[in-house]
């Protein structure tokens, strides 16, 4: 039986807490996309575990799988195992010997690149994600498989570090041996470092050939979870392009990126995480945004009324939503409809949890983007005018296939009486039932809106702020 846990939004809509909520019942649980983009938090007895890599369920002793679908830097996956450990854990992580291995040059191409892009850039992590991917496509990836294989490796090296020096050195204009890049375009430093990274892994039985290795698992009678990371709305082929990332978060994903026939997911449950409002890391559109945030909310975008930006700095201060390295505030707004019907459209979920309800709390109003209108006064050209002139006035119900036109869309909002603050973890202890009434009515509208019923709902970051509806495994 499988479990498969996507985010229906932006990212960070608490997708590691229901990994762990869940996970308790999962003897496997496997990253399928993405690579240490992530940040996967659990709160475990206290204890706060912030993951990028690492499947969530390694915090409560489950086999980890890194999938073919993932870009696997081994600095990171050796760093945070060992962490893990110093806090007295000890993680059972497997990586597929198909995934593709993050290098230096791809966290420096990923930089480089982001500075060209001006308008264009996502304001992405800067892990190489990107570029690892596009090597993928390109067919001169280096894999997990060939770390372990020194000719090969020294082979896969030799054709494409070239490549990357003559990338940065003619098209953007650098030293590729400048000290700022530490040896990233450095064929015999590489081939050392990477080897070393693939004696570590062949040491310790990490390199797996994973979708042998699942269907061992699955015939055992194993119980298996696809931990998605990012969401919907960042998948590259489904979210607000280009403003995303590069790989397919949505649950089509788990099936081609663990390396499991579609039938395996789909006889499971596939639960769409949503975070009761909307937050936003890096650029690009968002109708329901509140506030302005500098750097990152587009030029037009964003409501900058004192209302919101007030709306906007309880959320955040409740909901902790700042960067956790840098401090800065995050965007922050509504729930936008729109997005979570086509986030069900193309996941197709069994079932919902709904997260951060508690962050509401206190509150005389919660609204939600219901609908958008497009917005036509500001087209430029012709030919946009020509595009969109059907949709003049509409009320549109899911999100548009361009970001351009999901930028010119207005939120029409439909507004919720609020719900009061009470100890959460006594609501969680007594169940749905206990939950605000206001709070319920706001839920209902939801799971009515997706034709999706309510299988979690978080009133906090713990486990025990989490009211379980429906279990997954039975
Ligand atoms: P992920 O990337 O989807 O796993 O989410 P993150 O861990 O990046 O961000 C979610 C944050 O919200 C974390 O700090 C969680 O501990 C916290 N969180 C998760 N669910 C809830 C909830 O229902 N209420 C509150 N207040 N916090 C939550
Ligand atoms: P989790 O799994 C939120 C965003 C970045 C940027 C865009 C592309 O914790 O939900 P990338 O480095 O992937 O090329 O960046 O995607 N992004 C995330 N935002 N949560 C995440 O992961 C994210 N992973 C990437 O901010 O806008
Ligand atoms: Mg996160």
């Given at each position: 039986?499988t479990?498969?846990?996507?985010g ?5 809509e608490?997708?590691?807490g ?6 308790e ?6 990253r399928y996309?993405?690579?240490?983009n992530?940040g ?5 007895e206290?204890?706060?575990y ?9 915090v409560?002793?489950?086999v980890?799988v890194?999938g073919?679908?993932c870009?696997v830097?081994?600095e990171t996956?050796?760093s945070?195992?060992?962490?893990l450990r110093?806090?007295g854990?000890?993680?059972d992580v497997r990586?597929?010997?198909?995934a593709?291995a993050?290098l230096?040059y791809?966290?420096v ?5 982001e ?6 850039a996502?304001g992405?992590?800067?892990r ?5 991917y596009e090597?993928k ?9 060939d770390?372990?294989?020194?000719e090969v ?6 054709y ?15 030293d ?14 590489l ?8 004696e570590?892994l062949?040491d310790n039985g990490?390199?797996?050939n994973?979708?042998a290795?699942l269907?061992a698992?699955?015939?055992a009678?194993?119980?298996?979870m696809?931990?998605?990371?990012q969401?919907t709305?960042l998948d590259?082929?489904h979210g607000?392009?280009p403003?995303?990332?590069?790989s397919n978060?949505?649950?089509g994903?788990?099936a ?7 039938t ?5 449950e596939?639960?769409g995480?949503?975070k009761?409002y ?15 945030v500098e750097?990152?909310?587009p030029?037009?975008g964003g ?5 919101a930006?007030e709306?906007?700095k309880f959320?955040?201060?409740?909901g ?7 401090g800065?505030?995050?965007?922050v707004?509504w729930?936008?409809m729109p997005?979570l ?6 996941n197709g979920?069994?079932?919902l ?9 206190g509150?005389d109003?919660?609204q939600?983007?219901?609908?958008y209108t497009l917005d ?11 595009a969109?002139?059907?949709d003049?006035?509409e009320?549109i119900l899911?999100?548009?296939a361009?970001?351009e036109k999901?930028?010119?869309?207005e939120a029409n ?6 719900w009061a ?7 969680a ?5 206990a ?5 319920k ?6 799971a009515?809106e997706l034709?999706t019923?309510i299988?979690?709902v978080?009133?906090?970051p713990g486990?025990?702020?989490?009211v379980?509806?429906?279990s997954v495994w039975d």
């Amino acid at each position: 039986m499988t479990v498969t846990i996507v985010g229906s939004q932006l990212g960070d809509e608490g997708k590691g807490g229901i990994v762990d909520v869940y996970g308790e019942a999962a003897d496997v649980v496997v990253r399928y996309q993405g690579g240490d983009n992530a940040g996967h938090t659990v709160v475990h007895e206290g204890e706060k575990y912030k993951l990028s890599l690492v499947p969530s369920g390694a915090v409560r002793g489950k086999v980890g799988v890194l999938g073919n679908g993932c870009v696997v830097n081994p600095e990171t996956l050796f760093s945070e195992l060992d962490t893990l450990r110093e806090q007295g854990l000890t993680p059972d992580v497997r990586v597929a010997e198909r995934a593709h291995a993050i290098l230096p040059y791809h966290r420096v191409l990923d930089g480089i690149e982001e500075a060209e892009k001006e308008d264009l850039a996502a304001g992405t992590t800067g892990r190489g994600i990107g570029p690892t991917y596009e090597d993928k496509a390109g067919r001169r990836g280096v894999r997990i498989g060939d770390l372990l294989d020194p000719e090969v490796l020294r082979e896969r090296l030799e054709y494409v570090v070239p490549q990357k020096r003559a990338l940065v050195e003619n098209v953007f204009g650098h030293d590729p041996d400048d000290e700022q890049f530490e040896g990233a375009f450095d064929i015999d430093a590489l081939y050392e470092q990477y080897r070393e990274y693939g004696e570590r892994l062949a040491d310790n039985g990490m390199a797996v050939n994973a979708s042998a290795f699942l269907a061992a698992q699955r015939e055992a009678g194993k119980n298996v979870m696809f931990e998605g990371a990012q969401g919907t709305s960042l998948d590259i082929d489904h979210g607000s392009y280009p403003y995303v990332t590069s790989s397919n978060p949505t649950a089509g994903g788990a099936a081609v990126g663990g390396g499991v026939g579609p039938t395996v997911v789909g006889q499971g449950e596939i639960v769409g995480i949503v975070k009761g409002y909307l937050s936003r890391v890096g650029t690009g559109p968002m109708p329901t945004e509140l506030g302005f945030v500098e750097g990152q909310t587009p030029e037009d975008g964003g409501d900058t009324s004192d209302e919101a930006e007030e709306l906007a700095k309880f959320i955040r201060d409740e909901g902790g939503e700042y960067g956790t390295v840098t401090g800065r505030p995050r965007r922050v707004g509504w729930l936008d409809m729109p997005m979570l019907r086509h986030a069900a459209n193309v996941n197709g979920f069994t079932g919902l949890a709904v997260n951060h309800l508690d962050v509401l709390a206190g509150l005389d109003e919660v609204q939600v983007g219901h609908s958008y209108t497009l917005d036509t006064t500001e087209q430029s050209s012709a030919s946009n005018q020509n595009a969109t002139r059907s949709d003049d006035g509409e009320e549109i119900l899911t999100m548009p296939a361009t970001t351009e036109k999901w930028a010119r869309c207005e939120a029409n909002l439909r507004t919720f009486d609020g719900w009061a603050d009470p100890d959460w973890t006594e609501v969680a202890a007594e169940g749905y039932d206990a939950l605000p009434e206001n709070a319920k009515a706001y839920l209902e509208y939801i799971a009515d809106e997706l034709e999706t019923p309510i299988y979690v709902v978080g009133v906090g970051p713990g486990r025990e702020d989490t009211v379980i509806v429906e279990s997954v495994w039975d």
